[in-house]
């Protein structure tokens, strides 16, 4: 017996020295990430540093030496990879790259759509992977790189996958008043605009035909389109463009005076897809799946996420959102926050091996974070100041998951708008009940609108109603003496 005890807790302390090591590379990692433009040393360097580094690091723990010295080396080794990782994901024109042509002067480009279209009422926009760049005096010149091509027309609409040849003036991104718009488009790996291009399909002739990849995304796609519509048929405007904000993250359509009554009023954070969206709709979901154990609903609800991610288009926004989404469910009913603290930064550090720039310029990963985090750490607490709301269909649960991933956006939110909403606490606590239930009705009313029009109508009544008094609670807030503050 006291054998067996003795195990358990050696085993218990084994994994408490883990976690600090796994916390230490972390942490050690994600500040190095956001310090990380203002580091000079060499690539060579850094390795070098690395290798010793990780060779004691194994020593140590064959040696069975002290876990300080464990620890102290794994930040080491967080610092090292972290600093590769930014020294490396720098990116450095040369002149095959689109951008070092762009100059402001008018070209002709051969590419392939690499991304879904960007309709908007007056402009649809697309992303192109530069192939070839025919410039003034007719020269052919092989080039690689994205370029964001504006369609001022709008028809005909093209499709992933397609070859266009696309004319205009070939321009860098440039700052937007206090918009580091250069700075977001970077994130997705856009360094070249051609705004008002003249846009024609290529001659496919000595084109091959499309690959599988894109034939899967084309359909990705294409679905994504039905469930936009979907949402166009069973709601006016700007209803359906407020539910296709919370849904997926979209503010296509949404009028210029709701987008800045919803930053006046300091809740514009609920219509950036992040991990707070796809945590209430798992937790709703999880509400109604309340006669299955918990440990035997997690498979449905994983089912139900990747559905999800599918229908809203599958981006690489709505697939981190999904990942937050499931990390902040756990955390939710488990209750471990340790597990869930860990889950969030191993995520954070795949996210940021991809890509770092999203620590810095990527306002929806900085929100999925930040949520998250809320509510991993502040749910406990909310649900004992919450235990008057009925714990009905997952109730509690959402609306906690609600209020804490508000807590802990608003400090960002502040920054991003470089305003205070005095407003907001209160506009939040109001809108917070009602955010749940309008995803997860907007949500199963567009899946039903695409199944059979007329039921997917009566069930979207209800959502109306709620995005209704969302729409009309913003008004009002946005609207009161002193509800803002510009910083």
Same mark, same amino acid.
């Given at each position: 017996?006291?054998?067996?005890?003795?195990?358990?807790?050696?085993? +218990?302390?084994?994994?408490?020295?883990?976690?600090?090591?796994?916390?230490?590379?972390?942490?050690?990692?994600?500040?190095?990430? !956001?310090?990380?433009?203002?580091?000079?040393?060499?690539?060579?360097?850094?390795?070098?540093?690395?290798?010793?580094?990780?060779?004691?690091?194994?020593?140590?723990?064959?040696?069975?030496?002290?876990?300080?010295?464990?620890?102290?080396?794994s930040v080491l080794i967080g610092i090292m990879l972290?600093?590769?990782?930014?020294?490396?994901?720098?990116?450095?024109?040369?002149?095959?790259?689109?951008?070092?042509?762009?100059?402001?002067?008018?070209?002709?480009?051969?590419?392939?759509?690499?991304? !879904?279209?960007?309709?908007?009422?007056?402009?649809?926009?697309?992303?192109?992977?530069?192939?070839?760049?025919?410039?003034?005096?007719?020269?052919?010149?092989?080039?690689?790189?994205?370029?964001?091509?504006?369609?001022?027309?709008?028809?005909?609409?093209?499709?992933?996958?397609?070859?266009?040849?696309?004319?205009?003036?070939?321009?860098?991104?440039?700052?937007?008043?206090?918009?580091?718009?250069?700075?977001?488009?970077?994130?997705?790996?856009?360094?070249?605009?051609? *705004?008002?291009?003249?846009?024609? =399909? !290529?001659?496919?002739?000595?084109?091959?035909?499309?690959?599988?990849?894109?034939?899967?995304?084309?359909? =990705?796609?294409?679905?994504?389109?039905?469930?936009?519509?979907?949402?166009?048929?069973?709601? *006016?405007?700007?209803?359906?463009?407020?539910?296709?904000?919370?849904? +997926?993250?979209?503010?296509r359509g949404i009028p210029e005076k709701l987008t800045?009554?919803?930053?006046?009023?300091?809740?514009?954070?609920?219509?950036?897809?992040?991990?707070?969206?796809?945590?209430?709709?798992?937790?709703?979901?999880?509400?109604?799946?309340?006669?299955?154990?918990?440990?035997?609903?997690?498979?449905?609800?994983?089912?139900?996420?990747?559905?999800?991610?599918?229908?809203?288009?599958?981006?690489?926004?709505?697939?981190?959102?999904?990942?937050?989404?499931?990390?902040?469910? =756990?955390?939710?009913?488990?209750?471990?926050?340790?597990?869930?603290?860990?889950?969030?930064?191993?995520?954070?550090?795949?996210?940021?091996?991809?890509?770092?720039?999203?620590?810095?310029?990527?306002?929806?990963?900085?929100?999925?974070?930040?949520?998250?985090?809320?509510?991993?750490?502040?749910?406990?607490?909310?649900?004992?100041?919450?235990?008057?709301?009925?714990?009905?269909?997952?109730l509690r649960e959402s609306l906690t998951a609600t209020?804490?991933?508000?807590?802990?956006?608003?400090?960002?939110?502040?920054?991003?708008?470089?305003?205070?909403?005095?407003?907001?606490?209160?506009?939040?606590?109001?809108?917070? *009940?009602?955010?749940?239930?309008?995803?997860?009705?907007?949500?199963? !009313?567009?899946?039903?609108?695409? =199944?059979?029009?007329?039921?997917?109508?009566?069930?979207?009544?209800?959502?109306?109603?709620?995005?209704?008094?969302?729409?009309?609670?913003?008004?009002?807030?946005?609207?009161?003496?002193?509800?803002?503050?510009?910083?």
């Amino acid at each position: 017996m006291d054998h067996a005890r003795q195990g358990i807790n050696g085993d +218990t302390q084994c994994m408490m020295k883990a976690s600090r090591i796994s916390y230490g590379f972390l942490i050690a990692f994600i500040l190095t990430i !956001a310090l990380g433009y203002f580091v000079t040393a060499t690539n060579e360097i850094l390795i070098g540093i690395g290798f010793v580094a990780t060779m004691c690091f194994f020593s140590l723990f064959v040696a069975k030496k002290k876990n300080t010295l464990a620890l102290l080396l794994s930040v080491l080794i967080g610092i090292m990879l972290a600093t590769v990782v930014v020294k490396t994901s720098a990116h450095v024109t040369t002149n095959g790259d689109i951008e070092y042509y762009a100059n402001g002067n008018s070209v002709t480009v051969h590419g392939k759509i690499v991304d !879904a279209a960007d309709i908007r009422p007056t402009v649809t926009k697309y992303t192109v992977m530069a192939e070839q760049l025919v410039d003034g005096e007719e020269n052919a010149i092989p080039v690689s790189g994205k370029i964001l091509v504006s369609d001022m027309g709008g028809w005909p609409q093209y499709r992933y996958g397609e070859r266009i040849t696309i004319t205009g003036t070939l321009a860098r991104p440039e700052p937007i008043e206090d918009f580091a718009y250069d700075k977001y488009l970077s994130v997705q790996g856009i360094y070249a605009l051609m *705004p008002r291009a003249k846009i024609e =399909l !290529a001659d496919t002739g000595d084109i091959a035909a499309p690959t599988m990849s894109d034939q899967f995304f084309r359909g =990705l796609f294409a679905v994504r389109s039905r469930f936009e519509s979907s949402i166009n048929r069973i709601l *006016p405007e700007p209803h359906a463009s407020l539910l296709a904000g919370l849904l +997926t993250g979209s503010r296509r359509g949404i009028p210029e005076k709701l987008t800045d009554d919803f930053r006046m009023a300091g809740i514009t954070h609920i219509i950036a897809i992040s991990g707070y969206n796809v945590t209430i709709i798992l937790t709703l979901l999880s509400g109604f799946l309340f006669w299955i154990p918990l440990k035997k609903r997690f498979p449905f609800l994983i089912a139900a996420i990747i559905l999800f991610a599918i229908f809203v288009g599958g981006s690489a926004s709505v697939v981190r959102a999904s990942i937050m989404g499931i990390l902040g469910l =756990l955390a939710l009913q488990t209750g471990r926050q340790t597990t869930a603290r860990l889950s969030i930064l191993w995520t954070a550090f795949f996210m940021l091996c991809w890509n770092p720039l999203s620590l810095w310029y990527d306002a929806s990963f900085q929100l999925s974070f930040l949520a998250v985090i809320g509510i991993t750490e502040l749910s406990a607490p909310l649900k004992k100041f919450l235990r008057f709301v009925p714990d009905t269909l997952a109730l509690r649960e959402s609306l906690t998951a609600t209020i804490a991933a508000q807590i802990a956006t608003l400090p960002l939110t502040i920054i991003l708008f470089k305003q205070i909403s005095l407003i907001a606490p209160i506009t939040n606590l109001l809108v917070a *009940p009602i955010i749940p239930l309008a995803m997860l009705l907007g949500f199963i !009313a567009t899946i039903v609108g695409l =199944l059979w029009l007329p039921l997917g109508l009566l069930v979207s009544y209800l959502c109306f109603a709620l995005l209704h008094a969302i729409i009309w609670i913003a008004n009002i807030s946005a609207h009161l003496p002193l509800a803002v503050i510009s910083l």
